[in-house]
């Protein structure tokens, strides 16, 4: 498996993200980064941990986060599986790394605005459901990346275009950051998106194009 690949055959547990196109482009953003030996790197909202297993395999040294428990079990179950060194702790990324830095921070978080104005606590939505304009999680990460990297060290980051690629990059680089959008794609919408059409529509978030941008930022700090 090279890194940027997925690993096959992983366990999911019941309400744990399974890995998708986003995190298929962020193990790709991954591979295209010098990964040194023996390099932290952070994976925040692990899931099945697929992420952080690829960055383990080329050698890192990963500690991945979520604030699932079947997540934070079954990325345990998938790093046992398949021999390789992963700590995995559960709760907040904030919290559970506080006065830690790294080389490299990984995160996929949950970004699919949502009528709720508040993400939900519990539930398989917890894993995509990020508020109004599904940048509760997104905006913390924009906040919290400075104390978390390393001089030099890179946050690679996944989220939809409907979420404002240009204000996490405006956000990251008031935090004294360089950043860009490093990557996108476009893919068509999931069930997801689909069950809450009107609502998109409705907010100015979509069209009748049922295809979905999705951007890799990279920051750097330097």
């Not at 295209?32 to 390099?39: G, K, L, N, T, Y």
């Not at 690829?54 to 790093?79: K, Q």
């Not at 950051?177 to 998109?200: E, H, I, T, Y």
Request: proline content about 7%.
């Amino acid at each position: 498996m090279s890194l940027g690949t997925l690993p096959a055959q992983l366990i999911t547990l019941p309400g744990v993200y399974r890995p998708q196109t986003d995190t298929l482009l962020l193990a790709q953003a991954l591979s295209r980064e010098r990964m040194e030996p023996d390099a932290e790197v952070l994976d925040i909202g692990t899931g099945t941990g697929a992420l952080a297993l690829a960055a383990a395999r080329s050698g890192g040294r990963v500690t991945a986060v979520d604030v699932s428990w079947p997540a934070a079990i079954a990325a345990r179950l998938n790093a046992f599986r398949q021999g390789l060194p992963l700590r995995v702790l559960h709760g907040d990324f904030v919290t559970r790394t506080r006065g830690r830095r790294f080389d490299i921070v990984l995160a996929n978080p949950p970004y699919v605005p949502s009528a709720r104005a508040r993400p939900p606590s519990h539930g398989a939505a917890r894993a995509w459901d990020a508020g109004s304009d599904g940048r509760a999680v997104i905006d913390r990460i924009c906040a919290s990346v400075p104390a978390l990297l390393r001089p030099g060290g890179v946050l690679l980051m996944v989220h939809s275009g409907m979420c404002g690629p240009g204000v996490t990059v405006t956000r990251l680089e008031a935090a004294g950051l360089s950043a860009r959008v490093a990557a996108r794609a476009r893919v068509p919408w999931g069930p997801v998106l689909r069950a809450r059409r009107d609502w998109l529509q409705a907010q100015g978030l979509a069209d009748g194009d049922e295809h979905e941008e999705l951007v890799i930022i990279r920051a750097e700090y330097i």
